[in-house]
């Protein structure tokens, strides 16, 4: 299965990102429809397989799904957004070692129903906020990342900046409140079915096992902060909320060139960015 953007899908996010490029102030109001388009459901789910990953909290699998009759499982998923049922799984907390032996991170792993229905969303959001995100962005965006973040350092080098000071985001992830990213969120999207659904991800329990494997539930609707680590949506959310950040520094004129980069660690829940500096940095060089 070729995971080309279809021509269809491809026009239509073309024309959303044009259109949100040309009028900075416009909300869209009707996406929750092109989320529920049987061939946006169909490419998201080829794209959640080429991610992989292990199953959620109803242990189903790509394999199972397929044997059991993929158009049968997408028309099902499809009629949850439709009649407006659908509500998410669980997120099946996992932890995993952190680089170099400094102990453990934690990451969710939400079921594949979830995980489709997330990479739907974005496929249709993403255009739309592509088109306001700051140009000094590079973390977890098309056709960018870390070494393109890397050659923009470079160039502000180059250019008579003298000083780089690399500032990492602790717990970025985890920390972000979630009225705050709504109303981010919100500044685009008038649709309050997509508004909903964003913040059906973001009071998702969480599912934990302790040592000898009993299950306990944490989180839900009593959640205010923090974006589901693992989720495909997450790197979205993350970068649309970061980027009121990154305009205001650009807007009040700082003097210094702020270049924010993802961690290579794609499953980290912190954030990264290099201040390019013109003026030497007092205190200790690194």
């Given amino acids: 299965m070729s995971l080309t953007t279809p021509d269809k899908i491809r026009t239509f996010q073309r024309k959303l990102y044009c259109k949100a490029k040309a009028e900075p102030a416009f909300r869209f109001y009707v996406l929750y429809d092109?989320?529920?388009?049987?061939?946006i459901l169909h490419h998201a789910y080829w794209l959640a397989r080429a991610n992989a990953g292990a199953p959620g909290v109803d242990e189903v699998t790509f394999a199972q799904i397929e044997e059991r009759g993929l158009e049968a499982w997408l028309a099902g998923l499809r009629e949850e957004l439709v009649s407006t049922t659908y509500r998410p799984d669980p997120v099946r907390r996992v932890m995993i070692p952190k680089p170099k032996g400094e102990g453990?991170?934690?990451?969710?792993?939400?079921?594949?129903?979830?995980?489709?229905?997330?990479?739907?969303?974005?496929?249709?959001?993403?255009?739309?906020?592509?088109?306001?995100?700051e140009d000094n962005a590079y973390g977890y965006r098309p056709a960018r990342g870390a070494v393109d973040a890397v050659k923009d350092v470079h160039r502000h080098l180059c250019?008579?900046?003298?000083?780089?000071?690399?500032?990492?985001?602790?717990?970025?992830?985890?920390?972000i409140p979630h009225d705050d990213l709504l109303k981010s969120v919100a500044r685009r999207v008038a649709d309050g079915a997509v508004l909903r659904l964003i913040k059906l991800w973001?009071?998702?329990?969480?599912?934990?096992?302790?040592?000898?494997?009993?299950?306990?539930?944490v989180g839900g609707k009593r959640n205010k902060r923090g974006t589901p680590q693992g989720g495909v949506a997450s790197p979205l959310l993350a970068n649309i909320y970061m980027n009121r950040f990154l305009k205001h520094w650009r807007l009040t004129g700082r003097g210094e060139a702020l270049v924010p980069r993802s961690s290579p660690m794609q499953t980290t829940s912190s954030s990264s960015a290099a201040v390019v500096r013109r003026r030497p940095w007092r205190g200790r060089r690194r």
């Fill in 159 to 175: 250019r008579g900046y003298t000083d780089v000071v690399d500032a990492d985001l602790s717990r970025y992830f985890d920390s």
């Fill in 202 to 217: 973001l009071k998702a329990p969480i599912e934990e096992r302790d040592g000898d494997g009993r299950r306990r539930i």
């Fill in 34 to 39: 092109k989320i529920c388009r049987e061939d």
């Fill in 104 to 133: 453990e991170r934690a990451l969710g792993i939400p079921t594949i129903r979830d995980r489709v229905i997330q990479t739907a969303a974005k496929l249709v959001l993403e255009p739309i906020f592509e088109a306001d995100f």
